[in-house]
């Protein structure tokens, strides 16, 4: 990774960097690939799986709503026209 990978992936992200943080940057993201290229050199070929693989999907079941939009608007403080009304945010 050089410099103008840092200057590149900054650009992409919008942001601005100095001289100090692109080499903090580059020295960072060089650690992080070299640990990277260590962990894609561990054999793991005679490694057995200790797990069960089984099919986590379920039917989904619809219930009805215990809420109905008449009984939230009744409740409401301030409805009009069957919207709610609420105070403006700036």
Same mark, same amino acid.
């Given at each position: 990774?050089?410099?103008?990978?840092?200057?590149?992936?900054?650009?992409?992200?919008?942001? &601005?960097?100095?001289?100090?943080? @692109?080499?903090?940057? *580059?020295?960072? *993201?060089?650690?992080? *690939? /070299?640990? !990277?290229? %260590?962990? +894609?050199?561990?054999?793991?070929?005679?490694?057995? &799986?200790?797990?069960?693989?089984?099919? !986590?999907?379920? &039917?989904?079941?619809?219930? $009805?709503? +215990?809420?109905?939009?008449?009984?939230?608007?009744? %409740?409401? $403080?301030?409805?009009?026209? /069957?919207?709610?009304?609420? @105070?403006?945010?700036?």
């Amino acid at each position: 990774m050089e410099i103008k990978d840092i200057e590149n992936l900054a650009e992409l992200a919008k942001i &601005e960097l100095s001289e100090k943080e @692109k080499n903090t940057l *580059l020295k960072d *993201l060089d650690n992080i *690939l /070299g640990y !990277v290229k %260590q962990i +894609e050199g561990v054999d793991v070929s005679e490694i057995e &799986e200790d797990y069960v693989k089984k099919n !986590v999907w379920r &039917e989904d079941n619809i219930k $009805p709503s +215990e809420f109905s939009r008449e009984l939230i608007i009744n %409740q409401f $403080p301030d409805s009009k026209d /069957g919207f709610l009304k609420v @105070k403006k945010i700036l």
